[in-house]
């Protein structure tokens, strides 16, 4: 915990699950969690408000998609952009602009005149959530120390999570009343407040030294997480960033950094094609088949389900990540994830050959909402927050941000590309093959997490890079691989 890497030894000062209570590490948890609120609020509340919109603005199923689409299509840009921004004007910055970027949106958004400004403005709102996805775990990663870092990275998976908690009670309050501009309105409130708290932080001490910056990295860092070898610490930071100075995208693709890259591109990709956003789109159509026949019921099992579970069972892993690491969670979410879906598909199955009459639910409908929650709570257990948080530390110091900033647009290229062909792909081979097609990729990236992903608990960014050098010298020597065993 953070009095270990602070090297504070026997204060009676009360720790919390980040460790001891030090203001200016509270206030990067603060940060984090109003970049990932943004996401999280976005992401949940146009399911509830789309229906309203359409009707108000004549929209056609094309301009509803659009309207939809849009705000990935902006965040894989913003993601993309991110990088070079975080790199050049610093990770504070970039939070800064994300937050402009998404409050202006929000509000476009909410006071437009019609369909163009409202599909230019989700852009603009997926652009800053986009620039936010990327600079948020970023500044976390930089800020947090070793110990506790699983902790930090990952309470902006907790954020996406109650944003879209949020979102889900905000569209169920204000559905009666069709308010649709005060839903997407309500965006503006985690901007504003991301904008002011980002402005009133300091930036990480990697970026400082990165630019040159020794005197603030220097107060950063004694004013975040302290100790007694500050220097020590920051001359670790120096050497790490002195293999080489001003890096550009190629040095991004460059063949030894490429196994990073291929790692995080992979990890990205799999959060999204092991059907997430697919099952948390689908989740009132498993309701209404597991029997909640009214739309309020289906709601009500939406929020409790969907929501609470995701925000509890992400509560549960950033309180693991660091004590048991960040593999044995990925390999207990997969299988719980594997496991749920498999039932979903079977119960699936059933249903399309004895179809719920009304009158309640069904075994096979219980069967299929419980297994909804142990896919949901799996997920949150593991992809959700594990994802987030290994893809900002497995870069070197030069190029994290720009590496982060690819992988992290492959994760919105992947959300878009399900998010797109999803329903198609059920329609042709049918909701039991759809849901095995995800078990099937569950099962793949097991396999994969098993032998490619390495295991940063409890590493320093700068180690987490020597034992990618260790790994490549154990590779050229064979049959000696560093992360056999995690
Ligand atoms: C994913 C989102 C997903 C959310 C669900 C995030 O980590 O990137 O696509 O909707 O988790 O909690």
Redesign the pocket.
């Known amino acids: 915990m953070a009095a270990t890497a602070a090297g504070s030894v026997g204060q009676a000062t009360p720790r919390l699950i980040f460790g001891r209570f030090r203001f200016w590490l509270f206030m990067v948890g603060v940060v984090v969690i109003l970049t990932g609120l943004l996401?999280?609020y976005d992401?949940g509340v146009i399911s509830g408000a789309l229906g309203f919109i359409a009707k108000d603005l004549h929209l056609g199923t094309t301009l509803q998609e659009v309207v939809t689409s849009w705000v990935t299509l902006g965040a894989l840009v913003g993601a993309l952009l991110a990088g070079g921004l975080a790199d050049r004007l610093g990770r504070q910055k970039a939070m800064v602009i994300g937050g402009v970027l998404f409050a202006v949106g929000a509000l476009g958004e909410s006071l437009t005149p019609g369909t163009w400004i409202l599909v230019l403005s989700r852009f603009v709102v997926g652009f800053g959530v986009g620039v936010a996805s990327v600079a948020g775990p970023l500044y976390a990663a930089e800020m947090a120390p070793s110990s506790t870092r699983g902790r930090y990275v990952s309470s902006y998976?907790l954020a996406?999570?109650i944003g879209?908690l949020l979102a889900d009670i905000s569209d169920a309050l204000l559905s009666s009343s069709g308010r649709w501009r005060v839903m997407l309105g309500f965006s503006i409130v985690p901007g504003v407040l991301l904008v002011l708290v980002a402005l009133a932080m300091p930036d990480t001490p990697r970026w400082y030294m990165r630019v040159g910056r020794r005197a603030d990295a220097k107060a950063c860092l004694a004013k975040t997480i302290g100790g007694p070898d500050v220097d020590g610490r920051l001359d670790t930071i120096q050497s790490e960033l002195s293999a080489s100075k001003d890096v550009g995208w190629k040095d991004v693709f460059d063949p030894e950094l490429r196994r990073a890259l291929w790692v995080g591109i992979g990890l990205a990709v799999f959060?999204?094609v092991t059907g997430?956003?697919a099952v948390?789109y689908y989740s009132d159509k498993i309701f209404k088949l597991a029997g909640f026949t009214t739309p309020h019921g289906q709601t009500v099992a939406t929020i409790v389900s969907v929501g609470v579970v995701?925000v509890l069972a992400?509560l549960i892993a950033i309180a693991f990540i660091d004590k048991f690491g960040r593999k044995p969670l990925l390999y207990a979410g997969l299988i719980g994830m594997t496991v749920a879906l498999v039932a979903i598909a079977g119960a699936f199955a059933i249903l399309d050959r004895h179809p719920t009459t009304g009158g309640g639910p069904s075994i096979t409908g219980i069967v299929t909402l419980v297994a909804m929650v142990v896919y949901i709570a799996s997920?949150?257990l593991s992809?959700?927050?594990v994802?987030?948080t290994l893809i900002s530390e497995i870069f070197p110091n030069r190029i994290r941000g720009k590496a982060m900033a690819v992988a992290t647009a492959f994760?919105w290229l992947a959300?878009f590309i399900v998010s797109a062909s999803f329903l198609s792909i059920m329609n042709a081979i049918g909701e039991p093959a759809t849901f095995l097609l995800f078990a099937v990729l569950c099962v793949i990236a097991f396999f994969w997490v098993r032998v490619k992903v390495p295991e940063t608990k409890g590493k320093s960014l700068e180690q987490i890079q020597a034992a990618w050098a260790e790994h490549d010298k154990a590779r050229r020597a064979p049959r000696k691989p560093v992360y056999a065993s995690d």
């Open positions: 996401f999280g992401q998976q996406v999570t879209i959060q999204q997430i956003n948390i995701n992400t997920f949150a992809l959700g927050p994802v987030w994760n959300a």
